[in-house]
């Protein structure tokens, strides 16, 4: 009897209906271990902790900074012929290399810095990073032919002469040696995801990263990218603006300020005691011309040196961490990640806020470019004013129609009762 009764267990465990059944339970067991699994991930991953929401409010005011200031500086190089000069335009390249970066590539920053995931694919994640690093690798090219300029210009007037072709050219060849040295970017980025098991089931948790075949690789590249893209340049360029500022400021060349003080003393001392030859009224407007010169290049160099040094520190904790982390792998077995990913996050959004600080300088070191932002701001208040008085005529004569039709209606009418 125990054996048949065994055997007749056995085939109700093997009928359909229980088979059935047991498939039905592990589904529910299954659904409900992924619904508290993505509760779980929304919680510790998804949801913004409390500085992220600090975070996300400083990205978009980068955003519409960036674009708006950087929109206004194109806009006014290109409204005005007189600020069409070299310096303007290696100005505009770098705009509006901001312009793209913040366009393209910090929408994109910030999602992945706030949920951790890269939810655009494996395509743009070899077109954004690429872009990014083209539009640093344009910066640092751009910010080093300002350099390059002035010091020509200040150091040695005679040895080059810039002129608005040959910086279009520069601009052209920044543009091509920045899309060429940057390919090995888009090359090794793939997406892919941090837990396979979860790869069917959500998108979270997938990566947009560097795929090396050696060790070696990242090592070389990125020690070579800091070099290239950062310290090199950026020893260059302050080797250049201290001979900028020597020349300025401290030593006595013609249009230097002691020197301009002893020629204006000479010219008061001649327009007391007249001499034949040359008039004093010419010198003195000569002299005047060469001190509004020696000031109006003050000006420019104090303006490029500040861009110069905001770039600088927006640029070197992405530039440390990147180093850190590529070359000398200091964060594979950190026990406190949250602050690590704090500090890149951090640092990725410094990188975009040197794109909303540019034109903030241009409008408080350059009188030009300030001139130009009022002008604009001004004309959009005109055009919304000139709006206003039109709407408000239109209204004025739409109402003064209809009290004339009604006037003609009540005229009709009487005359109509009279007869």
Not at 393 to 409: A, C, E, F, G, P
Request: hydrophobic residues 45%; charged residues 15%; positive net charge.
């Amino acid at each position: 009897m125990s054996g048949v009764t065994g055997n007749l267990d056995c085939e109700e465990c093997l009928s359909p209906a229980h088979v059935s059944n047991t498939t039905e339970l592990n589904l529910h067991s299954a659904a409900d271990e992924d619904e508290e699994l993505l509760r779980y991930i929304w919680r510790e991953y998804l949801h913004p902790k409390q500085y992220e929401w600090v975070l996300i409010v400083a990205y978009i005011i980068v955003f519409c900074v960036s674009l708006i200031g950087n929109s206004l500086v194109c806009f006014a190089v290109w409204k005005n012929r007189h600020m069409r000069t070299v310096t303007n335009y290696f100005i505009v390249n770098l705009s509006f290399a901001d312009v793209l970066v913040t366009i393209i590539c910090l929408p994109a920053s910030l999602v992945v810095d706030i949920t951790e995931t890269w939810f655009f694919g494996n395509t743009l994640c070899k077109i954004v990073p690429y872009l990014q690093t083209i539009s640093v690798s344009v910066s640092v090219l751009t910010l080093s032919c300002i350099a390059q300029d002035r010091w020509y210009a200040i150091c040695h007037p005679l040895m080059f002469k810039s002129t608005a072709k040959r910086a279009r050219k520069s601009i052209v060849i920044i543009w091509v040696v920045s899309c060429v040295i940057m390919i090995p970017q888009a090359v090794v980025m793939e997406s892919s995801s941090l837990l396979p098991e979860l790869t069917n089931k959500t998108s979270l948790f997938t990566v947009c990263d560097e795929h090396w075949g050696a060790e070696i690789y990242p090592k070389v590249y990125h020690t070579c990218f800091f070099i290239v893209t950062y310290f090199a340049p950026l020893c260059l360029m302050v080797l250049a603006y201290i001979q900028i500022c020597h020349k300025l400021w401290f030593q006595q060349i013609p249009g230097n300020t002691s020197v301009m003080q002893r020629k204006w003393r000479s010219m008061q001392c001649s327009a007391s005691s007249p001499s034949p030859g040359e008039p004093v009224r010419v010198r003195t407007s000569t002299v005047c011309a060469e001190i509004k010169q020696i000031r109006a290049r003050r000006k420019t160099a104090r303006m490029l040196m500040v861009v110069l040094f905001v770039f600088a520190l927006c640029y070197l904790p992405i530039s440390i961490l990147n180093l850190m982390k590529r070359v000398f792998g200091s964060f594979k077995h950190g026990n406190d990640r949250e602050t690590v990913y704090a500090w890149f996050t951090f640092s990725h959004w410094l990188i975009y806020a040197n794109s909303a600080a540019n034109p903030i300088i241009y409008n408080f070191l350059s009188g030009k470019f300030r001139e130009e932002f009022k002008a604009a701001f001004s004309c959009c208040q005109r055009k919304e004013q000139s709006q206003t008085v039109r709407m408000r005529t239109s209204t004025d004569s739409r109402k003064s129609m209809s009290t004339q039709v009604i006037n003609m209606d009540n005229v009709s009418r009487i005359s109509d009762h009279l007869v």
